[in-house]
């Protein structure tokens, strides 16, 4: 069983930024992919990043390309999502989500898919005003 917390979201002005964190339990953190999706209300799940177990390989959506950066730090069993110029689209809850073969699968093997991951956080708010 992997846990997943989410942290960081909130209310922030259009083209401001804030940094999401996902914190992971157990200790094979560092073998997982992690995913970033969004769903706002009304909308399906989006996906917004991924990054591959050793942090080599990132994905991103076309909508978020150039303004968010995902990152991972395995020593702290933690992935983050940077959010710079953000727009009022990009309201949502926010979930981080981990594909605990990712470090069987080819080393370039990042997925946008959320039926990749077979654990999920809760989530958290981000709004963004205009």
């Known amino acids: 069983q992997v846990q997943l917390v989410e942290s960081g979201g909130g209310l922030v002005q259009a083209g401001g930024s804030l940094t999401l964190s996902c914190a992971a339990s157990?200790?094979?953190?560092?073998?997982?992919?992690m995913g970033w999706f969004r769903q706002a209300p009304g909308k399906e799940r989006e996906f917004v990043g991924a990054i591959n177990w050793s942090g080599g390989i990132r994905d991103y959506a076309d909508s978020v390309k150039g303004r968010f950066t995902i990152s991972r730090d395995n020593a702290k069993n933690t992935v983050y999502l940077q959010m710079n110029s953000l727009k009022p689209e990009d309201t949502a809850v926010y979930h981080c989500?981990?594909?605990?073969?990712?470090?069987?699968?080819?080393?370039?093997?990042?997925?946008?898919?959320?039926?990749?991951?077979?654990?999920w956080g809760q989530g958290t708010q981000v709004t963004v005003s205009s």
């Open positions: 989500a981990a594909d605990i073969y990712g470090i069987s699968r080819p080393d370039t093997y990042v997925s946008s898919s959320p039926n990749a991951y077979e654990y």
């Open positions: 157990g200790r094979a953190f560092s073998r997982y992919a």
